[in-house]
């Protein structure tokens, strides 16, 4: 075990002090109230809801059929409703 | 005093759960009622919310569509009111949440999904670690390499589907290539500056990093890992970990 393990760390220190894989964690200073990427705050409200536009009831009542539409039907055997709906067919 | 946080509680179920709000309240702009007024409030709450769910979900996004998730968002929202000051600490239950969701019933790789993406979410507002000291461990006696404990910053994830597969598929410019058929992963979240990534582990290694995660001595984590996965290459491991950001440290079991 021990001739194991300095073999696999002599070469563990060889490698990594001589490539960039310790190079490739640059200490970046975060400020504070960082945002991630996208999520800046001041325009996203806007995007998702203007508060005139939604200031009605009719927006509380979830009257559409809810189906997801995203990449889950790109999913190759993805939804289990699928799945049910090709063996009833069959 | 009781009574003004009476009118503040009654308040807040007026935005958060939809109740009548208290006669005493009135509204200082002339060109909305009453109810209207509050419906902008409890609007604004709701879509502070629904932002904060967006930032923290955006492949549950990507995978069911906006309508849909504005949809599942709505119905969270209404269930899980925000207990934290802090909008990036909202969302944490909606692995629990799409567990139940009817409508979700029809994709069971969502609440993994979700779990990922919330750790996710905990790895980039982690506090920064320091980088692994090469030079220190070039010290260390090689009579002593059993006895190192190393440090880690970084969370291993196992789902009964594609996973990490499922998480790459949705990151910018890659295309959706997956097969739910094609069996279970091990996600590694580590984060490297600032940017969280997703990996796939091999057995071999998420057995030997998670003795490591739990502080087992090098020696014992790579003796049980062996003794399961002869093919196990400590080397390759230790330098694949190194260069996601994996390793933060280490130090010597104190030995008697």
């Known amino acids: 075990m021990k001739a194991i393990l300095t073999t696999a760390i002599g070469g563990f220190l060889v490698l990594g002090l001589a490539g960039a894989a310790n190079a490739a964690t640059p200490q970046m200073e975060k400020c504070f109230g960082v945002a991630k990427a996208g999520m800046n705050d001041c325009s996203s409200n806007k995007s998702s809801h203007s508060c005139a536009g939604q200031a009605t009831k009719n927006s509380d009542s979830n009257d559409f059929v809810a189906l997801p539409k995203g990449t889950c039907n790109k999913i190759a055997n993805g939804s289990l409703v699928a799945d049910a709906m090709m063996k009833k067919a069959m | ?256």
């Open chain 2, 1 to 256: 005093m009781t009574e003004y946080t009476d009118e503040l509680n009654r308040f807040m179920r007026a935005i958060v759960q939809g109740t009548d709000v208290s006669p005493q309240i009135d509204t200082i702009y002339q060109n909305y009622s009453l109810d209207i007024a509050i419906e902008i409030y409890r609007n604004n709450y709701r879509g502070n919310l629904h932002d904060a769910l967006t930032g923290a979900y955006p492949v549950i996004l990507q995978l069911v569509g906006d309508e849909f998730f504005r949809y599942l968002t709505r119905s969270y929202i209404g269930q899980y009111p925000s207990v934290s000051a802090n909008l990036y600490h909202y969302g944490e239950q909606m692995s629990v949440f799409l567990q139940e969701f009817p409508p979700a019933q029809a994709l069971p790789y969502l609440p993994d999904v979700a779990v990922l993406e919330w750790t996710c979410q905990i790895a980039y507002f982690a506090t920064d670690e320091p980088n692994f000291a090469l030079d220190k461990l070039a010290l260390i006696p090689a009579e002593q390499h059993p006895n190192l404990i190393l440090h880690t910053a970084c969370h291993v994830l196992r789902s009964n589907y594609p996973l990490t597969a499922i998480w790459q598929a949705h990151q910018p410019g890659a295309d959706i290539q997956i097969n739910l058929a094609s069996g279970g992963s091990i996600a590694l979240v580590s984060r490297l500056a600032n940017i969280v990534q997703v990996s796939e582990l091999s057995e071999a290694d998420a057995c030997w990093l998670q003795r490591i995660q739990v502080r087992d001595t090098l020696g014992l984590a790579t003796e049980a890992t062996l003794a399961l996965h002869p093919d196990f290459n400590l080397q390759a491991t230790l330098l694949a970990l190194l260069k996601q950001g994996v390793l933060t440290g280490f130090h010597l079991e104190s030995t008697s």
